[in-house]
Nanobody, 127 residues
Framework: QVQLLESGGGSVQSGGSLRLSCVGS????????MSWFRQAPGKDREGVVV???????TYADSVKGRFTISRDTDKGTLYLQMNSLKPEDTAIYYC?????????????????????WGQGTQVTVST
């Protein structure tokens, strides 16, 4: 059974940084598309960034140049380094996974394309 567990959320001031982690278990980590989504209060869940097993990435325009995704295959862990945080980054951040049926390059940021989800971790950015 696939399980994803996020950690690293918290409260920071605008301009600050946080690093989120997502530990996966119950599946062959290296053969999955891995992603981060977020959901702000009253808004739909949106894709932030996705990484394939080839380590190619696709970022949402809103976080380009500020957020960096990485994956450690040996540890089965996904990371999201978030710098220059803004109040509009405030949301619950979710880790998501899906087998890379179409190859090692993953580009989708649509939530319907991911079948496995973590429970989320809260990120709050204050002015």
């Amino acid at each position: 059974q696939v399980q994803l567990l996020e950690s690293g959320g918290g409260s920071v001031q605008s301009g600050g940084s946080l690093r989120l982690s997502c530990v996966g278990s119950g599946y062959t980590y290296s053969s999955y598309c891995m992603s981060w989504f977020r959901q702000a209060p009253g808004k739909d869940r949106e894709g932030v960034v996705v990484i394939g097993s080839d380590r190619r990435t696709t970022y949402a325009d809103s976080v380009k140049g500020r957020f960096t995704i990485s994956r450690d295959t040996d540890k089965g862990t996904l990371y999201l380094q978030m710098n220059s945080l803004k109040p509009e980054d405030t949301a619950i951040y979710y880790c998501a996974a899906e087998p890379d049926y179409y190859g090692p390059t993953c580009t989708s940021l649509r939530k319907r394309d991911f079948g496995f989800w973590g429970q989320g971790t809260q990120v709050t950015v204050s002015t």
